[in-house]
């Protein structure tokens, strides 16, 4: 009877492995609400009209962050809360699409993209292995674990965004082309953020359409990714714009200084359009 239970056991253990990727690989078979959504799965990207050198009377390149979290646990704008939305936020969109191999990391070594990272290379930078000591519940023993830990995509504080503001005089216009976007992973062991990875926006903005927004307001439409960086609809900080020292913001104002001086470069663009259309 005891050498059949310990087979038996056996048995179940060995299967446990193949249970559990069964149960992962497993889809529900029912709808989840009251008809299927497919408005946004089946969204194409719209490309952007065709620009002429030529029609491009005026241009500035700003750098501009977008604050999610200031910390672990205190947000930074209550328009910038859909990027930390725990059942699908930003940062686990980017990471997916990174370590994949749908879209192309580069490093931070510079904002050019000139240094392309592998998907190895990304996982690598964020898998973390340690060593830690627990007392053995069966012998009373000290004991040592190996804990892995990876990305955790709730640690992405801010995303910083490099834009071009460009005035066509052919449509008599003044709008943004995003160029790329650099995510933020804070480190709770050394408060602080750190940059990952630079992505080129225009690999993103397939990927990007294809997944949903939270809706604050209506449940009944869920704008895409794309559909909110087109349209502006989060909150930033200015903290760099193209100068001929090339310098960040901070480097020559901080605290409030650096934030009349953001605010300043904004207007400038503002107004710069106003001039442009005056007579």
């Known amino acids: ?57 005026w241009e500035r390149r700003v750098w501009r962050d977008i604050h999610v979290k ?10 910038n809360l859909i990027f930390a939305y725990p059942r699908r936020p930003l940062s686990q969109v980017l990471w997916e699409a990174v370590t994949s ?9 510079d904002d050019e993209f000139t240094t392309p990272l592998t998907p190895a290379e990304v996982i690598a930078r964020y898998t973390k292995t340690d060593t830690v000591w627990s007392i053995d519940p069966l012998t009373g023993e000290e004991v040592q674990q190996i804990i892995e830990t990876t990305f955790q ?48 926006y225009p690999d993103l903005r397939p990927i990007l359409v294809n997944e949903e927004v939270f809706n604050i307001k209506n449940d009944s439409y869920r704008p895409s990714w794309d559909d909110i960086f087109q349209s502006r609809m989060f909150s930033s900080v200015i903290v760099k714009v193209s100068n001929v020292y090339d310098r960040m913001i901070q480097d020559y104002l901080t605290g409030l200084d650096a934030l009349y001086e953001a605010e300043r470069i904004k207007n400038m663009i503002i107004d710069k359009e106003q001039f442009l259309w005056s007579y």
Request: glycine content about 4%; hydrophobic content about 40%; cysteine-free.
């Open 70 to 79: 200031r910390n672990e646990n205190l947000y930074a704008d209550k328009m």
């Open 153 to 200: 995509p709730e640690y992405v504080s801010k995303y910083r965004l490099k834009e071009d503001w460009i005035f066509d005089k052919q449509r008599s216009m003044m709008y943004p082309r995003i160029i790329g976007i650099l995510p933020y992973y804070y480190e709770p062991d050394k408060q602080e953020a750190f940059a990952m990875f630079w992505l080129y």
């Open 1 to 57: 009877m005891r050498k059949t239970l310990w087979i038996g056991l056996a048995l179940l253990v060995g299967t446990l492995p193949t249970l559990v990727t069964q149960a992962q690989e497993v889809e529900s078979k029912v709808i989840d609400g009251a008809y299927e959504r497919q408005r946004t799965l089946n969204r194409r990207v719209i490309p952007y009209p065709y620009l002429r050198e030529a029609d491009v009377f």
């Open 101 to 109: 191999g749908e879209v192309t990391a580069y490093d931070i070594l």
